[in-house]
């Protein structure tokens, strides 16, 4: 048996990927477009934007552009687009409700809110992960409202605040009491989460043999080094208006900037992009679930076969659903990788892994012969 690649369909001439090539630009554009008009509005024209944050709010404007332009490429490749389609129609699937109504919020506990999937590996890396990700994500919710001038506080009397978001007023609080503690400390409190988690992170990095050899000094150590260096800046701040009677505000208030402006920028790039691209992993899991298993009247006869498990064509080994492998051939037929053994209605991908091998050592053997050997 010899296997049979006829000449590859050039990436990207599939029509649907036509209509995507220029989707990740025009939806990078219209992000910041957004932005800065939620930044307009929501300063009241800009009357309530600090422009001593400026360089914080370029920086997020190019940040949020940046990863929009890279989450939208990673959605329209021919894989991702294909499972991300199958996610959202298993979720407005009426026939689906009732099997995924309780799934996702279990979903969504498991995989980002509580994350204890990571509690299987280690409670030591599953601590870890939770300080760094909420660390990151509460200061994220502290910091942009306040950069884009969508929060604001005005002084009311002599012991109060009157906190105001896109020019609506929302709460009166005391200056000296806990809420007012908790307020302007809120920062305080996500640095010191951050740095539970990083220093964990370092520490695993710096004593496990198996992270030392593969891990790479600007993805995997340079992001968390920054953010030390941040929680670190942003607890000075808070020392030298506090204890040091203002002393070094300028140079710490600088250098805190530029180091969140580098991580800001770094952010679409390096490794804590996968923070935006674990959401998505809820709708693969759910494309998995629906298609696990029937229930009596639930699917026609067509869907039913599609979700049976596939078998090898030489073996009779069972493979993932019939719906899993003909995506998959759709996929790479989109990649202008089909496979074909033969017939044209017979592909690799219809193979269990250990029969591939031995199809592919078979096809070795009958074009070289007795030289293979």
Known sequence: MTIDTPPNVEPGKDAGFRGRRYAPAILAAAAAALLIVLTYLGSRGFRDFDPALIGYAVASIFAVAAIVYRYTVWIVRPPTWRYFKAGWVNFFSARN??????????AWWRDI????????????????????????????????????GWFRFTLVGLDHYQMWFFGFPLFRF??????????????????????????????????????????RFGFDLVPLVLLFAIAITGLALTASA??????????????????????L????????????????????????????GLEDGETSA??????????????????PSAQFIEDLKLTLGELGQRYQLGSPDVLLQDF??????????????????????
Not at 272 to 286: D, E, N, Y
């Open 113 to 148: 809110f509580g994350q204890t999937f990571l509690l299987g590996r280690s409670f030591e890396r599953w601590l870890m992960h939770m300080c760094i990700s909420w660390g990151v994500i509460l200061s994220c919710l502290i910091t942009f409202p306040l950069t884009f």
């Open 302 to 319: 067509a869907q039913a076969r599609d979700l049976q498990p596939a078998h090898c064509k030489r073996c009779q080994r069972e493979l």
């Open 352 to 373: 269990c892994p250990t029969c591939k091998r031995i199809l592919r050592a078979q096809s070795y053997y009958t074009a070289a012969g007795r030289k293979l050997i």
């Open 97 to 106: 409700f009732r099997r995924y109504t309780a799934f996702i919020p279990a």
């Open 265 to 292: 920028l770094s952010l679409p790039f390096g490794k804590f992009f996968h923070i935006f691209q674990r959401p998505a992993s809820i709708g693969v899991t759910l494309y998995q679930k629906v298609n696990q």
């Open 242 to 263: 506090t204890w040091w009677q203002g002393r070094y505000y300028w140079f710490i208030s600088l250098t805190h900037q530029v180091l969140v402006v580098a991580w």
């Open 174 to 215: 005391a200056i000296q009491g806990f809420v007012g503690f908790c307020i302007f400390h809120g920062l305080d409190f996500t640095a010191l989460l951050l740095m539970i988690g990083l220093g964990i992170a370092l520490k695993r990095r710096l004593e496990d043999v198996g992270l030392r050899t593969t891990q």
